[in-house]
């Protein structure tokens, strides 16, 4: 059973998302991966969004490129948490990012950076939603952020090596 639901509306959007499913596979959260549309299959859209929590789901994610309609579509029929992720597309990803961020109030979307850092973060995002009950994978969030911090540590490292400062 997934505790994640990773939506895009057309494969050309996988690009970008795929980034989100290796961030949730090196943190250890367990993910399902599809394809929805909110113009060409709303039916499959509103039974995915309203039988989400029914099969386990805690989080859903949804990528979206231009009028970005998938990720506040997914929201208005689910109680879940919904980040939703600007794939980039016609204007650079801003007309996604602008149409996600705009949704109504009581009808929340978090809403990450365009393109592939968003979708990467949309998955640390959900990790840190579940971490709230799971300390395990609390503990893996903590082990990844001092990946991070070990990473800039050899960069500054590389940086002094290459400088004439020596």
Known sequence: MAD???????????????????????????????????????????????????????????????????????????????IGVPVQSKLDGWDSLLSIVQMPGGIPVATVAVGTAGAKNAGILAAEILAVFDHELANRLKAYRDELKENVEEMRGQLYESSNLT
């Open 4 to 82: 994640v639901g990773v939506v895009m509306g057309s494969l050309s959007d996988w690009e970008t998302m795929k980034h989100t499913c290796f961030m949730l596979e090196h943190l250890g959260v367990s993910y399902e991966k599809g394809i929805l549309s909110a113009h060409r299959t709303p039916e499959d859209m509103f039974e995915y969004a309203e039988g989400a929590r029914s099969k386990g789901l805690k989080v859903i994610i949804a990528g979206a490129g231009g009028a970005a309609h998938l990720p506040g579509m997914v929201a208005s029929k689910t109680t879940l948490p919904v």
